[in-house]
Nanobody, 118 residues
């Protein structure tokens, strides 16, 4: 399974960015897809995810109302629209996908850097 992420970059506070990720190589449908991030000096944390089974989304409290996660099941793409970006959103963002074959299996993209300047 491979996850290829794109997007990210440098933006001023209050600006917007969009991240996109395409998953491939799985013989079973992805159970969920989403985004995590790792801020400087912090551990990796969930940003947003979307279930393929229920289409329910889950967001970190700090991004609710500002970020939107969407998914195109036809081509296994997940996107993260980030609005009203804050310097605290500066992080490496990782695409995530999960399948279930007896157990849960997690896969990660290569990470893309988002830098928000004040």
């Amino acid at each position: 399974v491979q996850l290829q992420a794109s997007g990210g970059g440098l933006v001023q506070a209050g600006g917007s960015l969009r991240l996109s990720c395409t998953a491939s190589g799985s013989i079973v449908p992805f159970r969920s897809m989403g985004w995590y991030r790792q801020r400087p000096g912090k551990s990796r944390e969930l940003v947003a995810s979307i279930s393929s089974v229920t289409n329910i989304t889950n967001y970190a409290e700090s991004v609710k109302g500002r970020f939107t996660v969407t998914r195109d099941m036809a081509d296994n793409t997940v996107q993260l629209r980030m609005n009203s970006l804050e310097p605290e959103d500066t992080a490496v963002y990782y695409c995530h996908a999960q399948i279930r074959v007896f157990d849960y299996h997690d896969y990660w993209g290569q990470g893309t850097l988002v830098t928000v300047s004040s």
